[in-house]
């Protein structure tokens, strides 16, 4: 940001001009040695200002400009990804948010069980926030920037920042690569953790998760299948809610 560069260092610059003034006058120096020190402690405020206080100022008008949830989500995951940047160097913007949004996905398996249910919670409140065309396209994994917008702005502003979190907690798992949290699921923890969402939820909401997963289906059947889904996350036991949060996140 040279504005903020510039301001920063005219304003140290000033402070240490004043500074400079004061002691020159105060000195018993001669008109030269009077004017050498008047300009000694400008050059040392400007230099001080440009290292110690132009960063700091930067992430504030940054912080400060974050203003809607998608803005904070976006200022949260740029401050959590910062020791892994070094990932993706070279990588232009569209494979950078390909080798994120893959290596995030990937990383799921990785998370804690509370972090990957508090992330299906997150998820939930942010599917009931948004119209239903744009709740199928993130069912369907289409997330571009405006359905992404939608989607997180329907979080809040804690719960996107809090998304970022653990979307930059499961990238930088998979980076490190961090043990797996738990074994593989099976044929048989799906079939027992669906059989238990079932067994909770109501005809309707059995016709829409069945239907949610045909060939063709339309949005709102898409939309209403995989909100009941997310809704009887805390139906199964403890022990299958992080499962079928990975399931959910179609891991």
């Known amino acids: 940001m040279i504005g903020i560069a510039v301001v920063v260092g005219a304003a140290s610059g000033a402070i240490g001009g004043a500074l400079g003034a004061l002691l020159a006058r105060a000195s018993g120096f001669g008109p030269t040695g009077k004017r050498t020190l008047a300009v000694i402690p400008a050059l040392l405020c400007t230099a001080v200002g440009h290292q110690l206080l132009t960063p700091r100022v930067e992430e504030w008008w940054a912080d400060a400009n974050a203003r809607t949830p998608y803005q904070k989500y976006m200022r949260a995951s740029e401050k959590a990804m910062r020791a892994d940047l070094g990932h993706f160097k070279g990588l232009n913007k569209e494979a950078a948010h390909e080798a994120g949004r893959r290596l995030a996905n990937q990383g799921l398996t990785r998370l804690s069980d509370l972090a990957l249910i508090r992330r299906a919670e997150l998820t939930a409140q942010g599917l009931e926030g948004v119209d239903e065309a744009t709740c199928a396209r993130i069912a369907h994994g289409v997330v571009e920037e405006k359905t992404g917008e939608a989607f997180l702005d329907a979080m809040g502003e804690e719960g996107a ?91």
Do not use: N, W
């Open 161 to 251: 920042v809090e998304f970022a979190t653990l979307v930059a907690a499961a990238t930088h798992a998979e980076i490190v690569q961090s043990p797996f949290a738990r074994p593989p699921s099976t044929e048989q923890d799906g079939i027992r953790i669906m059989s238990a969402v079932a067994s909770h939820a109501t005809q309707a909401e059995i016709a829409d998760i069945a239907g949610a997963f045909k060939q063709g289906a339309t949005d709102h059947v898409v939309c209403s299948g995989v909100r009941a889904l997310y809704r009887h996350l805390r139906s199964v036991s403890p022990e299958d809610q992080p499962r079928l949060s990975l399931i959910l996140a179609g891991r």
